[in-house]
């Protein structure tokens, strides 16, 4: 696609419940990031993917946030027993190794209810 | 990489030059000064990047100082749709360094 698409656009959870955000990067994008804004605030860095080298996972904020990118493409963001801190739009950026900007997403707005 | 100082927010009349400042006194010299925008509601837009001369392209353009401790962006003439939070980045090109998003500073441009 001509953009990076995430899906779904919202998202409404029961705490506690398990969820899956996708990001679909911009074709032939090697890199990959996933960030999180909550609301009012900045971007908060979560994870980061580059080819088939091992993730940076180094934003992750807890071991119930986990990520993976598949066949280097299609990535899946994955929190589970969700918390009402969690609620945030979990945004995904891609773009050609290393280089200049990088495309975001719209983001997926996840509320935990 | 470097941290960035901006202010929080700024105004613009419509149709003027809007000049958003960016300090960042501990650049290294690899490091390059990256502008983003974000607009109500959507993701962050890249806007433009440089090292140390300056930059345009058709969104704006990037005044690097000599020492390279502070930059402006210039959008030319501002208009109603460049109400955004501007972020100024400085990170090494060419590396898997993550983009260090701040507070970035809230343009409103006036009608």
């Not at chain 1, 899956?20 to 890199?31: K, M, N, Q, V, Y």
């Not at chain 1, 009402?84 to 997403?105: H, P, R």
Request: some cysteine; charged content about 15%.
């Amino acid at each position: 696609g001509a953009g990076v698409s995430q899906s779904p656009s919202n998202k409404v959870t029961e705490k506690g419940k398990d969820v899956e955000l996708r990001c679909d990067p911009i074709s032939g994008h090697t890199a990959l990031y996933w960030y999180r804004q909550s609301l009012g605030q900045g971007l908060e860095f979560l994870i980061y993917f580059q080819g088939n080298s091992a993730p940076d996972k180094s934003g992750l904020p807890s071991d119930r946030f986990s990520a993976e990118r598949t066949g280097g493409s299609v990535s899946t963001l994955t929190i589970q027993r969700t918390q009402q801190e969690d609620s945030a739009v979990y945004l995904c950026a891609s773009s050609f190794s290393g280089e200049t900007g990088y495309t975001f997403g719209s983001g997926t707005r996840l509320t935990v209810v | 990489d470097a941290k960035t100082t901006q202010p929080t927010s700024m105004d613009c009349a419509e149709g003027r030059a809007a000049n958003l400042p960016c300090n960042h006194s501990t650049i290294s010299g690899n490091e390059y000064v990256y502008w983003y925008r974000q607009i109500h509601s959507q993701g962050p837009q890249y806007i433009i990047h440089g090292l140390k001369n300056n930059e345009t392209n058709e969104m704006a353009s990037l005044i690097i100082t000599e020492d390279r401790k502070s930059s402006t962006l210039i959008l030319p003439h501002a208009t109603l749709r460049d109400t955004a939070v501007y972020y100024c980045i400085v990170r090494v090109a060419n590396t898997g360094n993550q983009f260090y998003f701040g507070t970035g500073t809230s343009l409103t441009v006036i009608p």
